[in-house]
């Protein structure tokens, strides 16, 4: 069992601190030896965002996800399977290919042009002797899954649960935005100089919403999240920590997340589109994912340790599969609101990072606005206990 610097488990730790109603202590922020852990041990054992079905539509069409030291490749294969596949060469472990996304053909190693298929098989080498059968070195797999057009890979080698039952107490809130009908219509990626729980709890609450995101509140309604937690309708909540789900309470004639309130595309998602009541909704999978849905565009959010410090949380806007930029939505007042955010939200991680490196901070105590942040260190906590840690 893996100790913090007194003695006791981690996992213990986070559960003490929860009882006591403070936060997690500053050590759980800045261990090495704990983040090398929680990388294979929890990042390596979850579902991890890779992109949206709308990017491998054709065969050959690929992209990578990066998790600590490892790289994976997902791609359509010729005969329309999703595979997922490491981004480590049989021969000498070089890269297959650079960190992105692209098309091609087959994948050859730009090092000695080991050349493997689309599904990660391996089709020749060349200058090998004979007794080499290509047939034994394919690439290790992955596990791939799609939820509402969404792609996940699991690096993990058991079979983990389907990320459809994972998340599917969220199916009834989220399915009215037809996600699997949008394409992305933009991408950030964002580098935080902070721990990446530190990026979590900032998202689980809104205590410091109304004074740092003067564009979010224009049309959420700050009041009504904090008085009722995430409302809950048309599902149950998950019985599993890591998932959340719920609607985002807008202000009095507001209908999506935008900086006026109104629409940003004039293609409705989903249902909406049939007449559906307008409404916003999220849905979280701690620690990697979350999608939050407007009737008329989504965004989602993964999050990636680069290292103990420094964060890399990637936001895509999608809008329905047949938007038009410049015609049915304009780019700049789509992300507007949530790039702003972000940029606040990133500046008071780095901050509280700074924070917690001092010798002086002690966890101080949860306000009543912060209950989600105590879900987020029991998910933790079992996520931490599930390692033995
Ligand atoms: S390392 Fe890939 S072909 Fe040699
Ligand atoms: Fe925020």
């Not at 294979?40 to 030291?69: D, K, M």
């Not at 700049?332 to 991680?349: H, I, P, R, S």
Request: a negative charge.
């Amino acid at each position: 069992m893996a100790l913090a610097a007194d003695g006791v488990s981690y996992s213990r730790t986070v559960r003490d601190h929860i009882e006591r109603g403070v936060g997690i202590p500053r050590e759980l922020y800045l261990s090495q030896e704990l983040f090398a852990e929680e990388m294979t041990g929890i990042f390596g054992r979850s579902w991890l965002y890779a992109g949206h079905e709308s990017q491998l539509t054709q065969p050959g069409q690929y992209l990578t996800v990066e998790c600590g030291t490892e790289s994976v490749i997902v791609a359509r294969a010729r005969d329309g399977r999703l595979t997922a596949f490491s981004n480590v060469c049989r021969h000498r472990g070089a890269r297959l290919v650079d960190p992105g996304c692209g098309i091609k053909q087959r994948f050859v190693c730009p090092y000695h042009q080991w050349t493997y298929r689309l599904d990660g098989t391996l089709q020749g080498a060349p200058r090998m002797p004979d007794s080499f059968d290509p047939g034994s070195f394919p690439l290790p797999t992955a596990h791939v899954e799609v939820w509402h057009g969404l792609v996940f890979v699991h690096l993990g080698e058991a079979a983990p649960e389907p990320i459809a039952e994972l998340l599917g107490t969220g199916d009834a809130l989220m399915g009215a935005f037809g996600i699997a009908k949008t394409r992305v219509a933009h991408t950030i990626s964002y580098q935080v100089e902070a721990n990446w729980k530190l990026v979590w709890e900032n998202a689980q609450e809104c205590y410091h919403c109304n004074v740092n995101h003067p564009e979010l509140i224009r049309a959420f309604d700050v009041a009504g999240l904090n008085a009722t937690g995430r409302l809950e309708t048309k599902s149950s909540p998950s019985l599993d920590p890591r998932v959340a789900h719920g609607r985002f309470p807008l202000r009095p004639g507001a209908v999506s997340l935008t900086l006026d309130g109104q629409y940003a595309s004039c293609k409705p998602l989903g249902a909406f589109g049939g007449g559906l009541e307008p409404y916003t909704a999220s849905i979280h999978l701690k620690p990697t994912f979350a999608l939050v849905g407007c009737p008329d565009y989504a965004v989602v959010l993964s999050e990636r340790p680069v290292s103990v410090d420094c964060t890399e949380v990637r936001m895509s806007w999608l809008v329905r599969d047949d938007a038009v930029d410049g015609t049915d939505y304009d780019l700049d007042t789509l992300a507007k609101v949530w790039d702003e955010t972000n940029k606040q939200d990133w500046g008071l991680c780095e901050r509280a990072q700074l924070g917690v490196r001092s010798q002086s901070y002690v966890p101080g105590p949860l306000s009543v606005d912060e209950t989600a942040v105590v879900d987020f260190y029991r998910a933790y906590a079992n996520l931490l206990e599930a390692q033995d840690l």
